[in-house]
């Protein structure tokens, strides 16, 4: 196992070069850039030409050479300085963290608590009234995107009864009430729309796995119902549903982009829009980089939780 995790990690490597020679070389072409920007806002005797502005930026040399700069600080940790402000890329990115991860974090939480038991539960009841209300919900939940959800959460009390969400952000530490209560309703956006494909596919894999023979076994030995579901099935039903849970949670980091615009939480959602409207390339590349290790990371932690979920697999 520890081979296969050392073997994965250097396979990383590549696939970060890549990704930051992308993002280097594709910035640039984004119409307009912040020379421009920056030449329209300034007037006074002490303007600069776009020569020496581009020259004090560093962003006049060629592409090839901006990337190899830049890949070279970023493996000793330097994610290089805003070119607005010249705050470190790093620090910034470390200050904006905390609310991201605590709204992909909770979301994560609140998803696996509703899915797994609404999954498992539809799929026992087969054509019950119970699983046809589960699925109508599900599919609802599957059909409203969540910029919808968010869009009215604000409108509709508004007009009903005079009431917004909270939109001033408070650290948890400042106020616990008020940060619980903001963060709640992009949490239970992102979290409701993550389990609903999470419980229809745990629906799909339960019924697979109750018709195998193994499941009539254990129903035939007179085994109680919670007995086969739990320790028979449920288990042997994971796997398809773990793959899915991985690749939409390697995303919600970078989709919590709109639920961090629409709430004002202060998050690198939020810190990334702002870049790419002011071109301050450094800080998207720092942000991208974060979000490439993210995907890398969960995609790695979701092929090892294999081997734990079903013994008969082997990772090599």
């Known amino acids: 196992m520890s081979q296969y995790i050392v073997r994965r990690l250097l396979a990383m490597v590549p696939t970060m070069l890549l990704v930051l020679f992308l993002v ?32 004090r930026l560093g962003i006049d040399k060629p592409i090839v050479e901006q990337y190899v700069q830049y890949t070279v600080r970023a493996i ?34 609140l998803s696996v608590i509703i899915a797994i038991p609404v999954g498992a539960l539809s799929a026992v009841r087969q054509d019950s009234a119970l699983d046809y209300l589960l699925r109508s919900i599900t599919i609802l939940g599957l059909s409203i995107p969540n910029f919808a959800l968010a869009t009215m959460a604000l409108i509709f009390p508004a007009l009903w009864w005079h009431w917004t969400p909270p939109l001033n952000y408070k650290t948890l530490a400042q106020d616990p009430a008020g940060n619980l209560l903001q963060i709640a309703w992009p949490v ?51 796997i398809p549903v773990v793959s899915l849970f991985g690749i939409q949670v390697a995303f919600l980091l970078s989709g919590s982009v709109i639920m961090e615009q629409i709430f004002a939480v202060p998050g690198i959602g939020s810190l990334l829009v702002n870049a790419i409207g002011q071109r301050d390339y450094p800080v998207v590349q720092g942000i991208t980089v974060l979000v490439a290790v993210w995907v890398m990371l969960i995609n790695l932690a979701v ?7 079903d013994p008969r697999i082997r990772l090599g």
Do not use: C
Not at 194 to 199: E, G, P, T, Y
């Open 24 to 55: 280097v070389a594709m910035l640039r072409f984004i119409p307009g850039s912040i020379v421009d920007l920056m030449i329209e806002g300034q007037s006074g005797p002490h303007s600069v030409t776009r020569t020496l502005l581009e020259k």
């Open 76 to 109: 000793h940790g330097d994610l290089g300085r805003s070119l607005w402000n010249q705050q470190s890329v790093a620090a910034t990115i470390t200050h904006r963290l905390p609310p991201t991860i605590e709204l992909v974090g909770l979301a994560i939480v």
């Open 188 to 238: 239970l956006i992102l979290g409701l729309g993550l389990s609903a494909s999470l419980a229809r596919l745990m629906r799909a894999t339960m019924l697979e796995v109750v018709r195998e023979d193994y499941i009539r076994t254990a129903w035939s030995k007179g085994l109680r119902e919670r007995s086969v579901v739990l320790r028979h099935a449920f288990k042997n039903a994971l």
């Open 303 to 309: 092929d090892v939780s294999y081997a734990y979920i």
